[in-house]
């Protein structure tokens, strides 16, 4: 900025038939300050942006946090496409947008301040010029950057929303396939991107019509500059040099205050892509925080206490009624019903997923929600009748979620006992594998085997195995059995079954009917003889207990 100044010295100096040495001494200076001024231009970007690099992987590694600490039923009631693109898409844009818009907004907010003393001190005349000009380069882009909010905010939704399409189909590719729907799909998507393009258009007549105005004044304002400063040369009130240094700082005074008003929109955008982000990183999960308890006592050790419960988008339906009862270690309870009795919801609560809407489910005498988080999950473990690997190696996904990485013997234990070890064996890379998205690689059996010995590695006080054998061949389904009713540590643990497969249901310890609460108690022998709800269902044409 001082070489708006030195050419305005040099105009005078020329016209004034100044020396040789007094041009070449203010050259140099030009050009020490010139050299410095870059040299800290330099300093400053590295700085920022090496500071923003890092606060854009710091958010990106809080946001996906606070979301990880969420309630259950918050992952229901939010698609996952949804919530994904708030993780990664809108913390990117935020931070990219930052990083290029909001350096830009800070260094011409400075630069304009500084050069509008420098004007002041020039000539007040055209500067009140400059100044009356202000407004009207102001209150419009003003407006049309609430406009390009609104719309950045609308394009943000359309896009999660096509993200979430396309995160379906693909997830679910076989179904997709199966019913000759890839047609639908792309046309699904096709219907969301035509969505978003208008939104786009929009957009982009926004930010034309925002910098055409800004051109134009800009302009006008030269004009009128140019015009006031040519009378006060003429009548002497200025010199021709100063004339020329205002008119270098009013031309970098105008460009400031242009980039200032295309900036601000884009920070603007930015602003309305982190609505969201600050939406989840502010949000309370709605469920107690966990306690501090890390023991338990053997005796009774889970009791469902009077335990009543309905989903929060559904509050009006109950799913569980005054459910009461209790596992003991080194039995097996065998939890049986028709579909929709709350069977997998009782599970659901075990683990303390969800919160009773009235009673307790107790623990070692202890509600489940007392207990430290880590040390709740090692003592109570679940297999689902589909469950969840991970794009990794067999290795990690049996040992997921352990502290301490076991030692590959104590994963072959595991996967020997639940039946995985013969199949992992025969793989060219044995534990090493990879087993695909979601454990694509591997057929439902087999994903169900090292579910199974992923719950097992931890040695439970509680296994719950919610319909886990479902897909299980004749052997390995032996082998569990021979795991519910035969193992040595059966004795200090508490077995959950939840299940459609009457041979396991048989030697069960108790077998529950359940229908919201329990209808029927008993053994297997007990409850034939009975001829009830239970009876009923083991007669059925279907012959399966569900």
């Known amino acids: 900025m001082a070489i708006p100044f030195f050419t305005g010295r040099l105009t005078d100096r020329i016209l004034q038939d100044g020396t040789a040495a007094a041009f070449t ?88 301040l500084c050069l509008l003393g420098f004007m002041l001190w020039g000539s007040l005349a055209l500067t009140m010029v400059t100044l009356v000009a202000l407004p009207l380069l102001f209150l419009l882009p003003k407006k049309l950057g609430k406009w390009y909010q609104s719309l950045e905010v609308q394009v943000r939704e359309s896009l999660a929303a096509s993200s979430q399409v396309a995160i379906e189909a693909l997830s679910a590719m076989p179904t997709v396939r199966s019913f000759a729907n890839e047609e639908g799909e792309a046309q699904k998507f096709r219907q969301k991107l035509q969505e978003i393009k208008k939104l786009n258009q929009k957009e982009a007549l926004a930010y034309a019509v925002n910098h055409w105005t800004t051109s134009i004044s800009g302009m006008l304002l030269k004009v009128g500059i140019l015009y006031v400063g040519g009378q006060l040369v003429t009548s002497g009130a200025v010199s021709s040099g100063s004339l020329v240094t205002f008119v270098l700082y009013q031309i970098q005074f105008t460009t400031a205050v242009e980039v200032l008003l295309s900036t601000y929109p884009r920070v603007q955008k930015a602003v309305g ?113 589909e469950p969840q690997l991970f794009g990794r190696s067999l290795r990690e996904n049996i040992a997921y979620g352990l502290t301490q990485m076991p030692s590959m013997a104590e994963i072959k234990a595991a996967a020997m006992e639940s039946g995985a070890h013969s199949f992992i064996s025969g793989l060219p890379r044995g534990y090493d594998t990879e087993v695909g998205e979601a454990g694509s690689q591997l057929s439902g059996g087999q994903r169900q085997a090292v579910a199974l010995a992923r719950a097992l590695i931890r040695k439970p006080r509680v296994l719950i195995l919610d319909d886990a054998t479902s897909a299980l061949d004749a052997d390995s389904q032996l082998r569990v059995k021979q795991l519910l009713y035969e193992s040595p540590e059966r004795r200090s643990r508490s077995v959950l079954l939840i299940t459609q497969n009457l041979s396991l249901v048989e030697q069960a310890d108790l077998v529950l009917f359940l229908k919201g609460a329990v209808c029927e108690a008993g053994t297997h022998p007990q409850l ?18 569900e």
């Open 273 to 385: 892509s982190s609505e969201k982000i600050f939406e989840y990183l502010d949000r309370t999960p709605r469920c107690p925080p966990h306690g501090l308890l890390t023991s338990l006592n053997l005796e009774d050790l889970v009791k469902f206490q009077d335990v009543s419960f309905a989903y929060q988008n559904r509050p009006e339906v109950p799913v569980l009624q005054g459910l009461t009862f209790t596992l003991r270690p080194g039995e097996v309870t065998a939890l049986v019903g028709p579909n929709g009795s709350g069977k997998s919801t009782v599970a659901a609560l075990l683990q303390n997923l969800y919160q009773p809407t009235r009673g307790q489910v107790l623990l070692g005498g202890k509600p489940v929600w007392q207990y430290e988080h880590h040390y709740l999950h090692s003592q109570v473990a679940a297999v689902g009748q």
């Open 25 to 112: 001494r203010n050259v140099a200076l030009m050009s020490v300050l010139t050299i410095a001024s870059a040299g800290l231009e330099f300093a400053g970007d590295s700085v920022y942006n090496s500071t923003v690099g890092r606060a854009h992987s710091a958010l990106q590694g809080e946001v996906f946090q606070a979301v990880l600490r969420q309630e259950t039923e918050f992952f229901q009631q939010n698609q996952t496409g949804a919530i994904t693109s708030r993780v990664t898409e809108d913390t990117s844009t935020l931070s990219e947008s930052l990083s290029e818009r909001l350096s830009l907004l800070l260094w011409y907010l400075v630069r304009g």
């Open 528 to 545: 034939m003889r009975n001829g009830g709800h239970y009876c009923d269902m083991v007669r059925a044409p279907a012959g399966a207990l």
